[in-house]
């Protein structure tokens, strides 16, 4: 018999969610992903370079003319000359990135630490190198780093600690000053940092991101993670990259030219042109999806729902204690997409052990206009 290495996993949150908003034929703000296509120039110059015989494999490290693209964008972004050749590596989404990662960091009976809640790869990541996650609250109700639980939750095994900015579920964003503690923390001692960054450009009221890739220090011991079906709207080509200095780089290489070798050709060659010829499509990113989270925020401001509008990401998340207290977030989920025809995610699952009082859901607002306004008016009634 297979003793399974993930006894703890089952079928994610996400999928569930998708597949009972599917079946209940309900709104789906559950899991991220935008309910619009991404820009026809990109999807066209798919098509073409399809047709045109793009389809054999690419460079293991990405295509050359991808990976300047991205130092480009990392420049006119951050300020700061990332080299496109030993330190961008183009990978199958931002999810095997994390993966390779950890497996290049990560040995038996090494800790990694995760701010909870958090993103849902990491610890099965982790557990599959042999290591261990040791789960460190974030402090409510901002979701603001408790630098004195991170401090003594370090230990001679950790190795790794995971940061999340702007962060999947809160929307909460890390600032400079909360980057300058972390190396600060970890200053003298054998841990490695992954930034997984890929809500880069999704950060609203005219804040900036602080990217690792701009904090020198931190950097030279940092994997920093991004993907571009966050930043195109096209979650399903499972495109991604990672950036991280020439010798972490060398490393991380190893391992992903064994787990995937390459991502896929034409998506690469058609983001390299699209890249190149819309370099505005980032700059424009804040104002459009901010347009949406306030006409979302703005829709429920009559509900029950209480929130406080999100800093970063497409979600927004909702406090239901004036609605169904009596109910823990799993349950109020289901209950949404059943009886009030909106499927949410439940926050609880980002965390190893939830506050028993939390009562908080969340909301994937990368949507048309129309399906934020039939969503709202139905969450309005509640
Ligand atoms: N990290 C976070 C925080 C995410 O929300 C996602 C999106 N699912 C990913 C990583 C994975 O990105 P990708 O789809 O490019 O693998
Ligand atoms: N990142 C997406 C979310 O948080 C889900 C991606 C997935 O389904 N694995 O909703």
Redesign the pocket.
């Known amino acids: 018999m297979l003793v399974s290495k993930l006894p703890n996993v089952g079928t994610?949150i996400?999928?569930r969610m998708?597949q009972l908003a599917l079946e209940t034929g309900a709104i789906n703000l559950?899991?991220?992903?935008p309910d619009f296509d991404g820009p026809q120039a990109l999807r066209e110059a798919v098509a073409r370079h399809v047709m045109e015989g793009r389809n054999q494999y690419s460079p293991m490290t990405g295509l050359p003319s991808l990976r300047q693209q991205v130092a480009a964008k990392i420049a006119r972004s951050y300020g700061v000359q990332r080299d496109a050749d030993s330190e961008i590596t183009i990978t199958p989404g931002a999810?095997e990135a994390i993966f390779c990662a950890v497996q290049a960091l990560i040995r038996p009976g090494d800790e990694a630490i995760v701010l909870d809640p958090c993103?849902?790869?990491y610890e099965p990541s982790v557990e599959l190198a042999g290591g261990r996650c040791v789960h460190v609250p974030l402090a409510l109700p901002d979701f603001a780093v408790d630098w004195q639980r991170l401090s003594d939750a370090i230990s001679p095994r950790t190795r790794l600690i995971f940061l999340n900015s702007p962060h999947?579920?809160s929307g909460a964003l890390l600032t400079r000053a909360d980057l300058d503690k972390l190396a600060e923390l970890i200053r003298g001692r054998d841990i490695h940092v992954i930034s997984d960054e890929v809500y880069e450009h999704l950060i609203y009221d005219g804040q900036r991101h602080a990217s690792v890739l701009a904090h020198e220090e931190l950097y030279q011991r940092a994997f920093v993670v991004s993907s571009f079906g966050k930043t195109y709207h096209v979650?399903g080509w499972k495109t991604g990259y990672v950036v991280a200095p020439p010798a972490l780089t060398a490393e991380l290489r190893k391992i992903h030219q064994y787990v995937n070798f390459c991502g896929v050709t034409p998506l690469q060659f058609a983001l390299a042109d699209f890249m190149a010829a819309h370099p505005e499509h980032v700059e424009e990113l804040p104002a459009f999806y901010q347009a949406k989270r306030d006409l979302f925020c703005d829709l429920l401001a009559g509900s029950r729902f209480t929130f406080t509008r999100a800093p970063g990401t497409y979600?927004q998340l909702a406090d239901y204690s004036a609605i169904r207290p009596d109910l823990d977030d799993v349950a109020m989920a289901e209950w949404l997409t059943r009886e009030h025809g909106v499927a949410a995610?439940p926050v609880s699952v980002f965390y190893q052990s939830a506050p028993e009082d939390m009562r908080l859901v969340r909301f994937?607002f990368a949507k048309r206009e129309e399906t934020l306004r039939q969503a709202a008016e139905k969450l309005s009634a509640v």
């Open positions: 994610t996400f999928t998708s559950s899991q991220g992903f999810t993103y849902d790869s999947n579920p979650t979600f995610i994937c």
